[in-house]
């Protein structure tokens, strides 16, 4: 196994795959599941001659379930630990949903002052702020994230499930095309992981205020999100966070759902592979 230990001494691992000369893309995966996430673009870039790599965030996948920092501050910069031992430069980084969150403020605060990014990608993302609160009176109110730690609490192995067949691919959604390979997927790369990471991550991507980070962001910012994102509503959420970029483009795809890079990888991934070309 892949593996670095952070500063703070937490073993992380990462997949880094495709010739070390090429450019760089790394990809930062969503709430509660792992690397493995990103495995259509991973071979699709890898085909396209990029090198492509993918860490699993503390406590989840097969890095270690460590008891503490499972915050977006110790996610950038876990992310910050394994792009600077590969010594990535001239990176893409894109991350989905809560790896979105990741992605911005490890680009401000990290990636952008060491000089190490050229672009980013925001998917289905959690920025600016989850979270109904008095500056943010369109967010999502806290009950519902209080709703899903009771139901991880509760039974997290059947809220995984309950995930995974209903809203996040949209499989609720009449005349949807289910499949239960995708469900077992994601349900498996959620179990890998640690309950106390997931129950504490929900705070993390739910209450995260990142105005900031993208305010920071200079460098090309591509942001895709679905209008029947049923996970985290577009319009609480890019529609506002390319307001803030510098350099941000928002694409809005009709109908697609929040895990729209694994529904739809072959329209997600032309996408990303013209942004990055061009």
Do not use: C
Not at 160 to 183: C, H, T, W
Request: proline share 5%; net charge negative; hydrophobic share 40%.
């Amino acid at each position: 196994m892949s593996t670095i230990t952070t500063p703070d001494g937490v073993e992380i691992f990462f997949k880094d795959w495709g010739p070390k000369t090429a450019q760089p893309i790394m990809f930062h995966h969503g709430w509660p599941l792992s690397g493995d996430d990103w495995d259509a673009q991973m071979l699709f870039f890898l085909a396209q001659g990029f090198r492509v790599i993918a860490h699993d965030r503390r406590g989840h996948g097969r890095s270690a379930q460590v008891s503490d920092g499972h915050d977006m501050d110790h996610y950038a910069a876990d992310a910050a630990a394994v792009a600077q031992h590969l010594d990535l430069r001239n990176a893409v980084h894109i991350g989905h949903s809560t790896g979105g969150g990741e992605v911005a403020r490890y680009v401000a605060r990290h990636g952008e002052p060491q000089g190490r990014v050229a672009k980013a990608v925001l998917v289905s993302a959690v920025p600016p702020l989850m979270v109904k609160t008095e500056s943010n009176p369109g967010g999502t109110p806290i009950e519902v994230f209080d709703g899903f730690r009771k139901a991880l609490a509760d039974n997290r192995a059947q809220f995984f499930l309950d995930v995974a067949a209903g809203p996040f691919y949209g499989f609720n959604r009449e005349g949807a095309k289910v499949s239960q390979g995708v469900i077992n997927n994601w349900w498996r790369q959620g179990m890998n992981g640690g309950a106390k990471a997931h129950y504490e991550g929900i705070k993390a991507f739910s209450e995260t205020d990142q105005t900031e980070d993208l305010k920071a962001i200079t460098v090309p910012t591509l942001v895709l999100h679905g209008d029947d994102d049923q996970i985290v509503p577009i319009d609480d959420s890019s529609r506002l966070a390319v307001k803030l970029l510098k350099n941000g483009t928002l694409k809005v795809y009709p109908g697609f759902p929040h895990g729209m890079l694994t529904t739809h990888a072959d329209v997600i991934n032309a996408d990303l592979l013209a942004f990055i070309k061009g």
